[in-house]
């Protein structure tokens, strides 16, 4: 039997793949969620010969992407995406969230940007009314400015920790950095700023702030309905 929670993601993760229409290049996010968006995508691929072109947003969602038989395609061959689907962390009222639990934050953030579109996927656990009171906000970071960055995150109030593996090694992303996961005691009250000022120091490659870069929000419940939410209506 599907625990609860993974019902709601599937619920979500589906719907969010009927959004997706013939001809389209498509950012592929990463994530629990996002599986139940690939399983869907694949299905319709193969009965609908819907034909879309994805690019994934780490070495994980390719695996499992070329294994149900989406094709793939790179920013060497297309510029932009028609739109992307993508898992968070957390989202606020206004649409903005942590994303980057799942590691892939630099290149979620680089689809992200490239796509004219994105369409989140969430169980209804993400919605926050300000974001960093549950989760912590990863940074990915240069494992050579680790140091530096800690003490420049500290004068920003937070409390850095590194990400580890449970064996005891320090967690690496596909990109070959570290991520420090970062408390913010009383949230973040502004997510732009503090991404602006996250974005000027030195040796921080991206942070898990995704401010303004979610369109559509498809929220799934533990019954299997799915709420979908658009910005700005
Ligand atoms: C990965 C992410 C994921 O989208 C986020 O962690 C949500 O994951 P899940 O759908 O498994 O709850 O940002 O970097």
New binding site residues.
């Given amino acids: 039997m599907i625990p609860r929670v993974s019902q709601a993601?599937r619920a979500a993760g589906r719907r969010a793949a009927e959004y997706v229409i013939d001809g389209m290049n498509v950012g592929l996010?990463?994530?629990?969620?996002?599986f139940y968006t690939l399983e869907r995508l694949a299905e319709r691929v193969e009965k609908e010969h819907l034909s879309i072109r994805g690019i994934p947003t780490s070495e994980d969602t390719e695996r499992k992407a070329l294994d149900m038989g989406i094709p793939l395609t790179s920013f060497a061959e297309v510029d932009s995406l028609d739109l992307t689907i993508?898992?968070?962390?957390e989202i606020d009222p206004s649409f903005h969230m942590i994303?980057?639990?799942?590691?892939?934050?630099l290149r979620?953030k680089i689809v992200a940007a490239a796509s004219q579109r994105e369409v989140i996927v969430v169980d209804r656990s993400k919605l926050v009314d300000r974001l960093g009171l549950k989760f912590l906000l990863p940074i990915e970071i240069v494992p050579f400015a680790r140091h530096n960055v800690t003490r420049w995150l500290e004068h920003l109030e937070a409390q850095p920790s590194l990400r580890m593996h449970a064996e005891g090694e320090t967690y690496l992303t596909d990109n070959g950095n570290e991520i420090l996961d970062c408390a913010f005691p009383g949230g973040i009250a502004d997510p732009a700023e503090l991404e602006r000022r996250l974005a000027g120091i030195p040796g921080i490659v991206e942070n898990g702030l995704f401010v303004d870069l979610c369109h559509v929000l498809v929220i799934g419940d533990e019954s299997g309905e799915v709420e979908v939410r658009e910005k700005g209506r």
């Fill in positions: 993601k996010g990463t994530g629990s969620t996002i993508d898992g968070a962390d994303k980057g639990g799942g590691g892939a934050l979620e």
